[in-house]
């Protein structure tokens, strides 16, 4: 019985809400008829079409077949740039994140905040390298402890990409499957956009389906986004630009960079870059109507 | 004050059969002697049934088609006794290793802790099962009663205090000649003992004569009379069938040596019979440690391998590094090779890093391992050494951050150490040098970490980074370094042209630098070079290289990117 009427109720294109106002529509007679009684049939109320069962008051605390099925929102963890949380909230637990960008637009920066982030969280972490190019003084000097980061430098016994990809893709597999670690990031950052395409759909959707209920956060970092849907992060870098990039010269600590009169080169010190991100995609409650951009600035390690 | 005792009837081939079980619905019998001399020495109950009996020579027993032969194997007999005192350790820590088929256990005070004498008796005959000794137990107030016991009956035998003597009486009076309860009884030398065997063969030749088969006709004997014709000896022997001896053991001081060895009749050359090898090794080591309530940190396979004839067999071998010489991420397997008379050794080392006791957790990492390093000859001996440790004492928190399991890891890493190459896999460690790539790799081993700073752990307000802190600009490298073509004008950078790379090359649009650094300068590997920030219009856009001119080379690197 109760089936038919939900059908019935479906077919109309009505919601399953069965609050005060449409009872006194549907059901003009007085209530408290025993539920789901068998011996009976069901009695139609007027012309509504409804049996008498569904009438019932009682009814209104059953949550709506409709709502059952809502993913609870994944737990949010900090990037280790605040600029970065405010705009997406954080990097989601058991999704897949995608950085991408071009070279110098500040990848490794933030892979390397999140990874600082997250053993400060005492969590354990893996980079999976697909082209052997993490600097050790770059990851000690972002502040992340040594000994809670494993390093998987892939891309040395192979000298073709397609060896250097499968390996990647192999050593993911076995991370995920392993599990227990906080953060693995899959860095493809050198990896020519062409070589990163020739991985299949079905190998992302593989990667999100293991990372899916665990702790763990997978953060793909790329030149331009492949992974499609089955990214529920998607941050875009934007390129630098000659104004963004920060010195500190001998004669004046704030000298523009496209000054007039440059100073020297030895008199010039790199101290920095401005860092310019947008949220392109995001399945988390708090989807931007529009991408939104920020920027942030990072110092270079002899910057102090 | 209750002993027990374990006796394991017919032990070479108990030994024989705990290393090949399947073997045990067959006729076995053992033999040994120098070819072509060689003499069947034991049988098991099937082949006894079949007309075999020991001192037939082995062209004989070769004529019955349902035996299966085997050679002694004094390893297996020695790792047999090992696990036979394993057993009776792990339940009282006070173990008379009377012989190699036998041990005694002082149960005193060892109820309270394992139950019932009954109780005990039967977990001690269920562990020896699990430790693939098949042997009898018996439970007596003194230790020979239970010697004779344990000799006499199969299965488990409780004998009440006070009923020794009714008993024992039914068995027959050849229990009493058993060689390894004599053994160790009395620690005299080799030659009284043999004097000792003889006197004690003699006297039961009389007693035969006299018409005494059973330990309770003995025990009826007037005891002055007796003494009066056998003497002392004649009175020890009755005071045993009576159950009435009184002796106090003698401890053995156990060794933590946990070993396991089989020997081959052919060359074995493929790794799938050598893992089927392995397992069962390392189900006896394991269960061995499990009985102790041990767990290992360092597994140590040594292969001997035949010697090939025409030329020297270690041309066979595939290049691995020596023990001396391995990087500290090697360390985590470690290879030798000697050559000892004809015989050639391979040995391998797994060293842990924490105490596991998982046997198909140490064949996967030895097969990972044999599959990168293949011995490169065929195998001919299989020995398998634990160190033993112990279990590690970590407790969970349930606010702490997910960890990986150790088990899974280690099994993880090898199989990424197998993709990516040894080296290629870890933490890192950062060396004390100024020089270009100062860091080497070690192995990753979250157990010891979380060990280390357990207080940490559990420090409140440690969940965020702090927010002050900004971002560090990274640097992507490049491995190895980019070598460009740089031009330059008046001494300017001007246009750096990669041809490796094609999106490192274009016009200098800044520079920063030179930074001059230089060090070894006492060794062979000294350096010198300038470094050079460097921002370049590409096709994409601009970015920030680190350019390195190498001063005693002579050449100009793109090192790595700003990123």
């Known amino acids: 019985m109760s089936s038919a009427v939900f059908s019935t109720s479906a077919a109309q294109g009505r919601p399953f809400v069965f609050d005060s106002e449409n009872e006194a529509e549907v059901c003009p007679e007085p209530l408290g008829v025993e539920l789901f009684t068998e011996a009976r049939p069901p009695q139609r109320a007027g012309n509504t079409g409804l049996p008498r069962p569904f009438q019932d008051s009682r009814l209104a605390g059953v949550t709506a077949a409709s709502r059952l099925a809502v993913r609870p929102a994944p737990e949010m963890v900090s990037s280790g740039i605040a600029a970065m949380d405010m705009l997406t909230g954080g990097l989601p637990r058991g999704c897949l994140t995608e950085i991408c960008g071009p070279a110098s637009s500040g990848r490794s920066t933030l892979m390397l905040s999140a990874l600082a982030a997250a053993t400060w969280r005492r969590e354990f972490c893996a980079v999976i390298d697909a082209s052997d190019a993490l600097d050790p003084q770059s990851v000690a000097s972002a502040g992340i402890e040594l000994d809670r980061l494993l390093w998987v430098r892939c891309g040395e016994n192979s000298h073709h990409a397609e060896h250097c990809l499968e390996q990647v893709l192999r050593v993911t597999d076995l991370l995920l499957e392993s599990g227990g670690f906080g953060l693995i990031?899959?860095?493809?950052?050198?990896?020519?956009?062409?070589?990163?395409?020739?991985?299949?759909?079905?190998?992302?959707?593989?990667?999100?389906?293991?990372?899916?209920?665990?702790?763990?956060?997978?953060?793909?970092?790329?030149?331009?986004?492949?992974?499609?849907?089955?990214s529920s992060l998607l941050i875009k870098l934007g390129l630098i630009k000659l104004g963004s990039i920060k010195l500190n010269t001998s004669e004046n600590p704030e000298r523009p960079m496209n000054s007039q009169f440059p100073a020297p080169t030895h008199a010039q010190l790199l101290t920095g870059l401005e860092i310019t991100a947008e949220l392109v995609r995001s399945r988390m409650e708090r989807k931007p109507v529009r991408s939104a951009e920020i920027t942030f600035a990072s110092k270079t390690v002899w910057a102090g | 004050m209750p002993y027990a005792c374990i006796f394991v009837p017919v032990f070479p081939v108990a030994a024989v059969f705990r290393a090949e079980p399947e073997?045990?619905?067959?006729?076995?019998?053992?033999?040994?002697?120098?070819?072509?001399?060689?003499?069947?020495?034991?049988?098991?109950?099937?082949?006894?049934?079949?007309?075999?009996?020991?001192?037939?020579?082995?062209?004989?027993?070769e004529l019955c088609s349902e035996l299966t032969l085997r050679p002694r194997s004094p390893m297996q007999e020695s790792g047999a006794h090992a696990a036979l005192l394993d057993c009776a350790l792990s339940f009282s820590p006070c173990v008379e290793d009377a012989a190699a088929d036998t041990a005694i256990l002082d149960l005193a005070g060892m109820e309270s802790l394992f139950g019932s004498l009954p109780e005990i008796a039967h977990n001690l005959f269920r562990r020896a099962a699990e430790l693939g000794i098949d042997g009898n137990v018996a439970v007596a107030s003194n230790p020979d009663a239970a010697v004779l016991a344990a000799r006499g009956f199969s299965g488990v035998t409780i004998i009440s205090p006070g009923r020794e003597c009714e008993t024992l009486g039914c068995?027959?009076?050849?229990?009493?000649?058993?060689?390894?309860?004599?053994?160790?009884?009395?620690?005299?030398?080799?030659?009284n003992q043999q004097k000792e065997a003889g006197l004690l063969g003699a006297l039961l030749g009389t007693l035969d004569r006299w018409g005494v088969r059973d330990?309770?006709?003995?025990?009826?004997?007037?005891?002055?009379?007796?003494?009066?014709?056998?003497?002392?000896?004649?009175?020890?022997?009755?005071?045993?069938?009576?159950?009435?001896?009184?002796?106090?053991?003698?401890?053995?001081?156990?060794?933590?040596?946990?070993?396991?060895?089989?020997?081959?009749?052919?060359?074995?050359?493929?790794?799938?019979?050598?893992?089927?090898?392995?397992?069962?090794?390392?189900?006896?080591?394991?269960?061995?440690?499990?009985?102790?309530?041990?767990?290992?940190?360092?597994?140590?396979?040594?292969?001997?391998?035949?010697?090939?004839?025409?030329?020297?067999?270690?041309?066979?071998?595939?290049?691995?590094?020596?023990?001396?010489?391995?990087?500290?991420?090697?360390?985590?397997?470690?290879?030798?090779?000697?050559?000892?008379?004809?015989?050639?050794?391979?040995?391998?080392?797994?060293?842990?890093?924490?105490?596991?006791?998982?046997?198909?957790l140490f064949l996967k990492l030895l097969q990972l391992d044999l599959n990168a390093h293949p011995p490169g000859a065929p195998i001919i001996k299989i020995h398998l050494a634990a160190e033993p440790a112990r279990p590690r004492s970590a407790q969970g928190g349930l606010f702490l951050p997910p960890t990986p399991e150790p088990e899974k890891l280690e099994l993880t890493l090898a199989r990424i150490a197998a993709l990516v190459g040894e080296s290629h896999v870890g933490s890192l460690e950062l060396l004390d040098t100024h020089r270009a790539e100062g860091f080497r790799m070690r192995r990753f081993m979250p157990g010891a970490t979380q060990e280390r700073a357990p207080a940490l752990e559990n420090r409140p307000g440690r969940t965020e980074p702090p927010?002050?802190?900004?971002?560090?600009?990274?640097?992507?490298?490049?491995?190895?370094?980019?070598?460009?073509?740089?031009?330059?004008?008046?001494?300017?950078?001007?246009?750096?042209?990669?041809?490796?790379?094609?999106?490192?090359?274009?016009?200098?649009?800044?520079?920063?630098?030179?930074?001059?650094?230089?060090?070894?300068?006492?060794?062979?590997?000294?350096?010198?070079?300038?470094e050079w920030d460097i921002a370049l219009q590409t096709a994409e856009g601009i970015a920030l290289y680190r350019l390195v001119h190498d001063l005693l080379g002579g050449g100009w690197f793109v090192e790595g990117t700003y990123d």
């Open chain 2, 467 to 530: 927010k002050d802190k900004s971002a560090v600009a990274a640097l992507r490298m490049f491995r190895p370094p980019l070598r460009a073509t740089v031009t330059l004008e008046n001494g300017q950078l001007v246009r750096v042209v990669c041809s490796k790379k094609k999106e490192a090359q274009g016009n200098v649009l800044w520079k920063a630098g030179p930074w001059r650094s230089s060090g070894d300068w006492w060794e062979r590997e000294a350096w010198s070079r300038d």
């Open chain 2, 215 to 360: 330990l309770q006709a003995l025990a009826a004997l007037p005891a002055i009379a007796l003494s009066e014709r056998l003497g002392q000896e004649g009175l020890r022997l009755q005071q045993l069938a009576r159950g009435r001896t009184s002796r106090t053991l003698v401890p053995v001081e156990a060794l933590p040596v946990f070993e396991e060895a089989i020997e081959l009749e052919h060359p074995i050359v493929l790794l799938e019979p050598l893992a089927f090898l392995l397992n069962r090794l390392l189900e006896q080591i394991c269960a061995r440690l499990a009985s102790r309530a041990l767990n290992t940190q360092e597994l140590r396979l040594t292969l001997e391998l035949q010697n090939l004839t025409g030329g020297n067999p270690r041309l066979d071998f595939p290049e691995t590094s020596s023990e001396s010489d391995a990087s500290p991420i090697a360390s985590q397997t470690t290879a030798q090779h000697f050559v000892s008379g004809r015989q050639t050794k391979f040995c391998r080392t797994l060293s842990l890093p924490l105490p596991l006791l998982d046997p198909k």
């Open chain 1, 185 to 230: 990031v899959l860095d493809l950052g050198d990896l020519p956009p062409q070589t990163a395409r020739r991985i299949p759909l079905t190998t992302w959707f593989r990667f999100r389906r293991a990372v899916e209920h665990t702790p763990t956060v997978l953060l793909a970092v790329e030149r331009q986004s492949i992974a499609g849907s089955c």
């Open chain 2, 23 to 61: 073997l045990r619905a067959l006729a076995v019998a053992i033999f040994e002697g120098k070819p072509p001399l060689e003499k069947v020495f034991a049988v098991n109950e099937s082949a006894g049934r079949i007309g075999i009996t020991p001192a037939m020579t082995k062209a004989q027993a």
């Open chain 2, 171 to 191: 068995l027959p009076i050849e229990v009493l000649s058993a060689k390894g309860c004599e053994r160790n009884e009395r620690k005299r030398k080799d030659d």
